[in-house]
């Protein structure tokens, strides 16, 4: 058991740091058994700390010092003090030079943080306190400072040695050693700083910048993927050209490179001028990639390439203030997205992920602001809460002031503070002197956890011809908050009239019809409003929340005659999908706990047929809305949820919608099938999603038909969506003989591709076939998984425990012995993973009793495991408290 608590660092307490680094000059030497980094300071008092006698404290983590030098002379060990985790020199000069040289052993490196090995290369991930790994540092953001980089190693094995800026130097060195100087003419913070260095090849292009100047692009990838560099060195140069027309940003040195790693504990890293990748957000192919994966590879290189302005250029003062560079940039790369695709199916997307996974974090025990006012381990912040929510907050003022007062806000912003670190006030601030407007009341969003909850009702009185809306808001408790202030919510909202005409939109009785609008954002900031429409003969039906304008939960009555209608005639895509999912939540919510052969809504089988004919809609939106709410969204919207009971109802709907609509199945299947070229357009990637979810549904009745069609496409797939549409099918069917003929002769197929065998792991474990818990201990003995590759443990263990709901909460609790096994298991050799995959557990107190205190014992064995990291004590802590 761990005896000490990790310290809580406060938002309250912060003071600017007592010394600031103007340049940094690193020299790391490379070897087999190890690395010696030289890193030599030039470090001065900063004027504005209070504290002018303060000893120099530069934070280390896992160093062995060989050296530290003053002004070039050694300083001997009395004159400096060493403890777990800083380095602290008593007596300096207001300005000085500062020699520090460290070993470091990145072959040892399972943590994944500061420098280690991946497939044999050296890289590093320094954000947010792996600087600190390498070498002694002020390793904070608000210490910004120019790096010089030289590195030294052996010149076979690693060829190629990369870091941030433009290369300077190069040359040949003695025993087969080479070395490339890199210079970073940008200031920045420590947690931006990138090595790489290994036997890479790279893929390159260029780009003009609207200024005319020639940037060089780069991808390095080990040599076996050299072909699946395409798609994200053009999602690339689509983002470029996007920040310069809607931003005004354009890249800044003359070389971008991103550079594909397999063992990485997130996604992507927008190290300045060198990202790293997690191999499986950057190649692809269309043997190997789906969709989903193609799409996700787009938004993730835009997203890092567009922190060069909101992240890099501009960054945050200190760790709380995480949602500045993350908030604005998941916002301007869900901008992106729906401007390459569909706006209505990206909404819908950013909307479900919301709903699902950020509602349900802002609801459990580490529920905590957009801006967190402390922490003890700041990995456990890169939240839901944090991206998904912080993006919304950006939206919320996007939408309040409108598309130009926002890009002149933007523009303040990114003027005002060129090479500062800041914090989420400064943003706000920018937006309200661009803009006149007064967002004071809107900075409760960053302050108050929680998701509000409107509740809505109305009224009409037929008479005067007058609707009434009444909104109220409530803002649940969070840890450590109660009595919450409203806050200001931007409210679209549209009235549909009898014929699901759009109602002009008149607040006054003596408007006009004519240049009334038909929908409106409604500005809440009381408790309570009641607004009045004039006007109306008859009720009209309202359009709630329109395209999700705040990220809150809607509360209101809706009759299943009113969603029907909803879902055929909303002008407003979004709720037209939501008007779907709330009509198919309402029917499934009934039968749980209902008695076997309760009846199934007939409006619904209606609507979904309508749907599966309807080829005028945008099919991409229709096929979202034939995919039924997640077992995930409905645990989160139940209280006390009892999961069996909810998959089981969820399980009885599907098979009678597949039932009942078996012919149109087959025939949509068929219409979205006509051979063609492969292609990666808007209109195929919904029709691969049309017959996939076509096939999916048959192959849950068993359907021969289904059955012998997913064979087929699984022999004849010409690309990757259709290939795991089939095997997705199989595998959740009762077909045993064709899954496993299927998975076999996949896994034989792609085994020496470690992305596509992190899919059949995953198809596996999200299956609550193919993947009960014997499997899925099956699996991690597989020889190709691996305890020390992030992605293979969370295509495992992380897929199971997310994704396979009835099996990871078996009654028997076995699901959650499993996962507690698993995070004792990682916390000693990857904590931060650790700390994530515990999620599902610490929502205990959500569940039916029977649940929550099996969830429960799992956590305090976990708790009460000796050597628990800082990560892990956090959150099983908090959880558990
Ligand atoms: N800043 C990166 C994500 C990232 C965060 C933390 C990491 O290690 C703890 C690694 C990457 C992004 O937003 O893409
Ligand atoms: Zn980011």
């Known amino acids: 058991m761990r005896t000490t608590q990790p310290k809580t660092i406060r938002l309250s307490e912060y003071t600017v740091p007592a010394h600031l680094v103007d340049t940094v000059d690193l020299r790391f030497e490379l070897f087999d058994d190890g690395a010696r980094i030289h890193s030599t300071l030039s470090v001065r008092r900063n004027p504005e700390s209070a504290d002018a006698a303060a000893p120099v404290t530069l934070d280390g983590d896992s160093l062995k010092l060989e050296r530290v030098a003053l002004n070039g002379e050694d300083l001997a060990a009395e004159n400096y003090e060493e403890t777990g985790e800083q380095l602290v020199i008593a007596s300096v000069p207001d300005r000085f030079e500062l020699t520090v040289v460290t070993w470091i052993e990145p072959q040892n490196n399972t943590r994944l943080e500061g420098l280690y090995k991946s497939s044999g290369m050296f890289c590093t991930q320094c954000e947010a306190e792996g600087f600190r790994c ?66 890479l090849v790279e893929q390159r292009d260029t780009f003009t910048t609207g200024s005319g100047r020639d940037i060089d692009l780069r991808i390095y990838v080990e040599p076996r993927n050299a072909e699946k560099c395409d798609h994200a060195l053009a999602s690339l140069k689509r983002a470029m050209r996007w920040d310069e027309e809607n931003y005004g940003r354009e890249y800044d040195l003359d070389i971008f490179m991103i550079v594909a790693v397999d063992d990485f504990n997130m996604g992507a890293m927008e190290n300045k001028g060198l990202n790293i990748f997690n191999s499986s957000c950057v190649l692809a192919s269309q043997d190997t990639a789906t969709d989903l994966a193609f799409e996700r590879i787009e938004s993730i290189v835009a997203h ?111 003027e005002r503070h060129d090479g500062q670190a800041v914090t989420t006030d400064d943003f706000v601030k920018a937006m309200e002197d661009a803009s006149g407007r007064d967002l004071s009341q809107f900075r409760l969003w960053y302050e108050q956890a929680g998701t509000p909850e409107l509740m809505v009702s109305d009224s009409h009185d037929p008479e005067q011809g007058i609707y009434r809306l009444t909104i109220e808001q409530r803002i649940p408790d969070t840890p450590g908050q109660t009595d919450k202030k409203p806050q200001h919510i931007p409210f679209a909202l549209g009235l549909l009239g009898p014929d699901g005409e759009a109602l002009p939109l008149m ?75 709330r009509l198919a939540v309402d ?3 009934s039968l749980v706990g209902a008695a076997e052969g309760a009846e199934i809504e007939p409006r619904l089988v209606e609507a979904y047929r309508a749907l599966l004919g309807d080829s005028t809609l945008d099919q991409a939106l229709v096929a979202k809305m034939l995919q039924l709410p997640s077992e995930a969204y409905l645990i989160e919207l ?49 029709r691969r999603s049309l017959r996939n979810t076509a096939l999916s549904w048959l192959l849950v009745i068993n359907d021969e038909t289904g059955r012998d069609l997913a064979v087929q496409q699984f022999r004849d797939a010409d690309n ?5 549409g089939a095997l997705r099918a199989l595998v959740n069917s009762d077909y045993a003989a064709e899954r496993s003929a299927a998975l076999e002769e996949f896994y034989k197929h ?81 904590p931060q993973i650790a700390a994530r995959l515990v999620t599902p557990l610490t929502r205990w107190k959500k569940f039916a009793p029977a649940y929550g205190s099996l969830m429960r014992e799992s956590l305090e064995r976990i708790r009460d495991k000796s050597g628990l990291s800082a990560d892990l004590y956090e959150v099983v802590h908090k959880s558990l408290g």
């Not at 200190?318 to 949602?323: N, Y």
């Not at 006007?535 to 304008?549: E, Y």
């Open 507 to 581: 607040q006054d009785g003596s408007a006009d019809a004519e240049g009334a609008p038909v929908e409106q954002v409604l500005e809440l900031t009381e408790a309570r409003h009641t607004f009045e429409f004039h006007g109306l003969p008859s009720k009209p039906v309202p359009s709630l929340l329109r395209h999700f304008s705040a990220p809150v939960r809607v509360i209101y009555p809706w009759s299943r005659d009113q969603l029907v209608f909803l879902m055929s005639h909303d002008p407003d895509g979004f709720n037209r999908w939501d008007a779907g999912q």
């Open 638 to 686: 139940a209280d006390s949820p009892d999961v069996a009971a909810i998959h089981h109802a969820r399980e009885q709907v599907l098979q009678h919608l597949a039932t009942s609509l078996r012919e149109e199945l087959i025939a949509c299947y068929h219409r979205n099938s006509e051979a063609g070229k492969y292609e990666l357009t808007p209109e195929s990637i919904a």
């Open 750 to 830: 792609f085994q020496d591709d470690p992305q596509v065998v992190e899919q059949w792991f995953s198809v596996q474990a999200s299956s609550d076939r193919a993947g009960q818990l014997p499997q899925i201990n099956a699996l991690l003995e597989h020889s190709a998984f691996d305890w020390k590759n992030p992605n293979k443990i969370r295509s495992v263990v992380g897929v199971f425990a997310g994704q396979n709901l009835a099996a990871f909460h078996n009654p028997d609790g076995s699901g959650y012995a499993f996962l507690a096994d698993q995070v004792c298991r990682l916390d000693d050799s990857n």
């Open 587 to 589: 029917v499934i919510q």
């Open 720 to 724: 990757m969506t259709d290939r795991m």
């Open 134 to 199: 390498i070498t002694y540092f002020p390793d904070r953001p608000d210490v910004m400072a120019r790096y010089r980089t030289r590195i030294e190693a052996d010149k076979a094995s690693c060829p190629v040695l990369l870091s941030n800026g433009n290369a300077v130097e190069r040359g040949d060195l003695e025993n087969g050693r080479h070395f490339v100087t890199w210079e970073d003419p940008f200031p920045k913070p420590s947690y931006l700083f990138g090595l790489v260095a290994g036997d």
């Open 304 to 414: 890092e390439y567009f922190h060069n302005w909101s992240g890099n250029r501009v960054t945050c003062r200190d760790w709380f203030q995480l949602s500045l560079k993350e908030g604005f940039t998941v916002f301007r790369d869900s901008t992106f997205s729906a401007d390459m695709g569909s706006p209505t199916v990206k909404r819908i997307e950013d909307a479900t992920l919301l709903r699902t996974a950020q509602f349900a974090e802002d609801a459990g025990p580490m529920a905590h602001p957009v801006r967190p006012a402390a922490y003890m381990e700041i990995s456990n912040f890169y939240t839901l809460t944090i991206y998904e929510k912080g993006a919304e907050v950006v939206r919320m003022i996007h939408t309040l002031l409108g598309p130009e007062l926002f890009r002149k806000g933007s523009d303040l912003y990114f």
